[in-house]
């Protein structure tokens, strides 16, 4: 009989706030909470606000910190004081399309002058020496100009445009 493996721990940010008072308003931290899958991260996190944190299940939260999860100093709970308001894997936020790119002098001079713009040699130096790394746009506007087209996604550097 073939032995499953033991699902991988991942640590989650779990942001808290605690409960307002008379004498102090809500305070919201933000934690790290081990557990092997979001659902039981929830229900964990949840369980430790309304009970406290209980050292003998390993139920706890712990600081966010550039340390290790075992290095990281524990975040003490007392219960019923704080309430769970939102939670997500460490390291797994949103990667996008590219929003914004790089056009070149040349290509923005180029432009410049595909448009009829008059243009003095002074003017053109300022702008050679004003973006002489580049200046950045949206993808919405390359495109718009002709340079980047619909299907160029792959966050090409328009440098060799």
Avoid: H
Avoid at 106 to 132: H, N
């Amino acid at each position: 009989m073939r032995a499953t493996p033991e699902p991988k721990q991942r640590i989650y940010l779990v942001t808290l706030q605690s409960k307002a008072t008379a004498a102090q308003e809500p305070i919201i931290a933000v934690v790290r909470y081990r557990s092997t899958d979001y659902n039981e991260a929830w229900v964990g996190a949840r369980s430790v606000c309304r009970l406290g944190t209980n050292i003998e299940r390993k139920r706890e939260f712990r600081e966010v910190s550039e340390a290790l999860w075992d290095d990281a100093a524990p975040f003490p709970v007392v219960a019923n004081v704080w309430t769970v308001r939102n939670i997500f894997v460490q390291g797994t936020r949103k990667r996008g399309k590219q929003r914004m790119t790089v056009l070149s002098v040349e290509k923005l001079l180029e432009i410049i002058s595909q448009r009829d713009v008059p243009m003095t040699d002074e003017l053109r130096a300022q702008i050679a020496e004003a973006a002489s790394e580049g200046i950045r746009i949206t993808v919405a506007s390359a495109r718009r100009m002709g340079i980047q087209q619909e299907e160029d996604e792959d966050g090409d550097d328009l440098r060799s445009a």
